[in-house]
């Protein structure tokens, strides 16, 4: 893998994204073994350092590294001399002089990675970063479909809720644009980022088209519908979004409950999907609010596998970063 | 790159010392007295003396070849941060003022959004006394509109005015409240000074970052629309109509804004407008660096781009030299806003609005006049006569008996923008290694050189 950082899909061809996807296959299989740990980043000290509060995708990365053999400390921004002060390109500063191989942030504002990444020689992985990207979510949003449905190209994904604040929509959209599929965005209005579609439009200009393939030849790549019940008609993948309380606060809905009857992944709407649609969620879940709980434990839901393939994905990903080739077993 | 100055004594009656000076066979650019041609200009005891072809050389005096530079009275900028008293890591007065010099300005207002605030005529008088001991240039104070620039009481802006205000702002914030707009509109008709609006609504800007549109949906930055500008602009128009007071609206930034104002003065309103260099010739896709633009030297969220208001799109940037040369809006006027390094060198949405680019702004207008958008005697008009009369300041015309300032510039020398080479200590510019054509030479206030390049 030809780069430093990882901060966001946007810049990944869709050689580089199947590349880490190939890899994850294996690093999956060595999830499989008795033994979890394999050492191709023996001797390597991986910093995690997260300025938000986060279960899922600190451990993940935390084990990730750990089954690679890499050393990992974790810093938090409680506790730490962000408490005292330090701006975030000290902490940066110091991170390079501790001899920091690998960092991997989380932080509440867009573009702190990218801050960061320009102070460090070490590798940077955005763990997401405000509104803007989560990239190593994407990674395995993108490789729990195609393991479940075998490829991307030409498929509906219909991600469904408060897209405006969503880092994990952004990432996806990217992600599953530039292997062909075909993105709805669906959500109230209010939630919706003014210019979504105008901006990837112009982003896949600029890459050179969406990995080659048709979705975007007849329709464009994302488009946005305030109609679950319809953006759901023939959709591949369905997935919610987290909704959170406070945006009702900032007048942006009128109530969970309105919310929850517009825009909740019901059996009687998942049932207008394709015939084993999947149905998927970034966590954490707000049961009966975004998704029912009989959806989210249902046939369909791949949500648990998300976690598991998310540890496969950010092994494959700093092993790549590391300098590790994806045609090499581990 | 070698530059040299001296500073002038900045009397309020100047010295009258200053040695002849003779500019000779530059392009003379006069727009108040409508002279464009080549000819000689004499400046004699700090006041211009004549101007026409063919002048002798005084004795004892010295001479500038100006061949193949414009000659232009030295350039007004009614909007610029200073940053003294209480931001003097930013910016002082002094250098500033010097930075002012090697832009080709002689004469600038500064804003009263320092600390404290410039609420007091003890205030005003330490600003216009620190100009005179430190400045390059003429500094003239605007004063806030209200107490402590919070929008609750009106500032005494009779005493303001006595102390030297020019105009009254509470730049960087609103005056929001419309009662409160309208009392301080009304009870400008005392002081018969332009009350100066920084446009936005707060409500649809809390907590944005950049202009509201695709980059900002790409970058997950909360969006700035335009009509947090608009609304206010259009609110502020009827209360000029109800009032009968002089609104100058500061930094217009959209194409939307310029309608609100072009139909006031078809209403015979005494509304004004000024807009920004940046505004005028840059646009939001800088904040996504080199992803948006295969030319873009910047990075990502690079915080030199941000700046309140935004930076907007090619329309708006196209309707805004539109409107400049059409008239509705007024003038050119920098909106200089040095930071500190760490003020901009940190997350975008902790770093500090603004952009330092006095030492740019000349640079960038004639980009304009370059790209073939506006005539050069035009852009001159609008960075120095039209200024001038927007808030009427004695400035901007090399009228006999005016006083000597003037700038020398040569409208075709590249230059690289170095921050480090700038004399603002506001090193925070989105044009940074960016070439420019264009560059103030000599700059002269009161007939003394003050900046000599």
Redesign the interface.
């Known amino acids: 893998m030809r780069r430093k950082d990882v901060l966001d899909l ?2 990944f061809s869709a050689e580089e994204l199947t590349e880490v996807l190939d890899s994850a296959v294996s690093m999956k299989e060595v999830l499989a073994r008795p033994i979890k740990r394999v050492p191709p980043l023996r001797g390597k000290t991986i910093v995690n350092c997260f300025y938000e509060a986060s279960t899922r995708t600190r451990v993940s990365f935390e084990l990730a590294a750990k089954n690679l053999s890499a050393d990992v400390v974790n810093i938090t921004a409680s506790g730490s001399s962000v408490e005292k002060g330090e ?3 000290d902490t940066a500063r110091t991170l390079q002089a501790l001899g920091a191989d690998m960092v991997i942030i989380r ?1 509440p ?4 990675p ?2 960061v990444a ?1 102070e460090l020689d070490a590798c940077v992985i955005n763990a997401g ?5 989560h990239p190593t979510q994407g990674l395995l949003d993108l490789f729990t479909v195609r393991e479940k449905l075998g490829s991307l190209d030409g498929k509906k994904i219909v991600i469904v809720g408060d897209v405006l604040h969503s ?1 994990v929509a ?1 990432s996806d959209i990217w992600g599953f644009t530039t292997l062909g599929a075909q993105v709805v965005l669906c959500g109230p209005p209010t939630l919706m ?4 579609e ?3 439009a ?2 896949l200009r ?1 890459k050179g088209g969406n990995g080659g393939n048709g979705a975007t030849k007849e329709h464009a790549a994302v488009r946005v519908q305030y109609d679950l019940d319809k953006a759901v008609e023939d959709a591949d993948v369905v997935m919610a979004l987290r909704i959170q309380k406070e945006r009702q606060d900032a007048g942006l809905f009128p109530s969970l409950r309105e919310y929850s009857r517009l825009y909740c992944l019901t059996r009687a709407r998942i049932a207008r999907a394709k015939f084993g649609a999947l149905v998927m969620h970034p966590g954490p879940m707000n049961e009966g609010i975004e998704i029912a709980p009989d959806v989210a434990y249902g046939v369909q839901s791949v949500i648990e596998e998300q976690v598991t393939n998310g540890v496969a994905v950010r092994m494959a990903l700093m092993y790549l970063l590391a300098g590790g080739r994806s045609d090499l077993a581990v | 790159m070698v530059a040299v100055a001296t500073k002038p004594l900045m009397g309020d009656t100047r010295s009258g010392h200053a040695a002849p000076v003779l500019i000779r066979g530059g392009r003379v650019v006069d727009p108040a007295n409508g002279i464009d041609g080549v000819m000689d200009v004499l400046l004699v005891d700090g006041k211009v003396a004549e101007v026409r072809q063919g002048l002798g050389i005084p004795a004892g005096g010295r001479t500038i070849d100006a061949d193949g530079l414009v000659v232009a009275p030295g350039l007004v900028d009614l909007h610029a941060h200073l940053r003294e008293p209480g931001f003097e890591y930013k910016e002082t007065i002094e250098s500033g003022t010097r930075a002012a010099a090697a832009g080709g300005y002689t004469t600038l207002c500064c804003m009263p959004n320092t600390e404290p605030a410039l609420d007091t005529a003890a205030a005003v008088e330490f600003v216009r006394r620190t100009a005179k001991a430190t400045g390059y240039v003429r500094v003239y104070p605007i004063g806030a509109i209200t107490k402590g620039r919070k929008g609750k009481q009106l500032a005494e802006m009779a005493e303001l005015a006595e102390a030297g205000a020019v105009a009254f702002s509470d730049d960087g914030d609103c005056v929001e409240n419309s009662a409160m707009m309208r009392s301080a509109l009304e009870y400008s008709l005392i002081v018969r000074r332009p009350i100066v609006q920084h446009a936005e609504d707060k409500a649809l800007t809390a907590g944005a970052q950049m202009n509201e549109g695709p980059v900002a949906a790409r970058l997950g930055l909360k969006g700035w629309p335009r009509q947090g500008e608009e609304v206010i602009v259009a609110r502020d128009v009827l209360l000029a109509e109800l009032t009968g007071a002089h609104l100058h609206v500061a930094h217009l930034s959209t194409a939307g804004s310029i309608e609100y104002v072009r139909r006031a003065k078809q209403r015979g309103l005494r509304v004004t407008a000024e807009a920004t260099p940046h505004h005028l010739t840059l646009t939001d896709d800088l904040v996504a660096g080199h992803w948006w633009s295969a030319t873009a030297s910047l990075a990502p969220y690079d915080a030199s781009t941000k700046v309140n208001p935004p930076l907007r799109t090619n329309e708006d940037s196209a309707a805004l030299v539109a409107a400049l040369n059409d008239g509705t809006i007024d003038c050119v006027a920098t909106d200089h806003a040095p930071h500190g390094v760490s003020d901009k060198h940190c997350e975008y949405a902790l770093a500090a609005s603004g952009i330092s680019n006095i030492e740019t702004a000349l640079g960038q207008l004639l980009s304009v006049v370059h790209a073939g958008k506006m005539g050069l005697a035009e852009m001159v008009a609008t960075m120095t006569s039209r200024p001038a009369a927007v808030f009427g300041l004695p400035a901007g015309t090399l009228s006999a008996g005016a006083t000597a300032d003037v700038v020398i510039f040569d409208p075709e020398r590249e230059w690289c923008v170095d921050p480090q080479q700038m004399f603002s200590k506001g090193k925070n510019t989105p044009l940074a290694g960016h070439f420019l054509r264009g560059q103030a030479l000599f700059t002269l206030v009161g007939g003394e050189v003050v900046h000599e390049h």
């Open positions: 946007d810049d701006t975030l390109v932080h504002h867009s573009g702190a990218y801050l320009r970063d405000g509104w803007h990207a880092r952004r980022p003014p210019g979504i105008t901006a990837i112009e982003g600029r």
